[in-house]
């Protein structure tokens, strides 16, 4: 760590026509929020550094020699409820998981050996709210594609490759790729909208403007709770679009959730936007 932030690896967009995934490994994307374990401190930290504060019981099993690099995860299409348990819940951490797919202090040898480490502490430590994310090999492009529209089709986030062999870089690294066919975005929170006939007297939509400057209105994705009690005005809300319009507004935007651990908002990346096959 250096002064509040983490020091983590970051993946790149896969680019298919720079990029061949056979032998790659290949995983779930987690939509979740990141969360480095240090095991000096028995914490776990956001990115920026802030500490998230679970129950002492589901830290059990976790180890006190090596720092882990995971997601702390509620389930398929259930951001928003995770980052409600991690930011306030204390019983409710019953339902989210420690799911990992990293082990930095070992960082200096191949993926495949801290794999190893990491199935082996499972086994002995047995961690009761921990898992580790499954890693398989890619047999091929049309393999990662045919993968990417199955967990897509269970409301999965997308995929992750990893590459064979390689150490664990901090920042963002080619050995890390991510493939995702919706891109994710954050706004800033300008304005409520007043909701109409079944949202009448609640919040209908929330305006929102991008890092770009662009403006635009979200709805879609807001449940009850968060009409009742939409995220206050200068706030950060992640979305998510599959493209923007030609004014360089999101088309169809879905809300997510709060952004955790964001200070200013970032724009979709569509220059590199995998489109499935």
Known sequence: MKGNSVDVVLAFPWK????????WWISEKL????AFWN?????????NGNEFVPPSWFTK?????????????GGRGKFQSTISIVKAGVEEWKNVRYEIFDVPTLGKIPFEDRMNYLKKMMTEKKPNYAKLVKQRLAKSERDVYDELERVEKLGAEGLMLRKPGSLYETGRSKTLLKIKTFHDGEAVVIAHEPGKGKYLRQCGSLLCRMAS????KVGSGMNDHDR???PPIGSIIVYKCQELSNSGSPRFPVYLGIA?????????DFDQKVKAK
């Open 228 to 230: 009742v009690n939409p």
């Open 213 to 216: 400057g662009k403006e635009f």
């Open 39 to 47: 095991s000096k401190r028995g914490k776990f930290y956001s990115r």
């Open 260 to 268: 955790l651990d964001k200070d200013k908002p970032t724009d979709p």
């Open 31 to 34: 939509d979740g929020v990141r």
């Open 16 to 23: 298919p026509d720079e990029v061949d995934p056979t032998g």
């Open 61 to 73: 099993g976790l180890p006190n020699d090596k720092d882990l690099d995971g997601e702390l995860f």
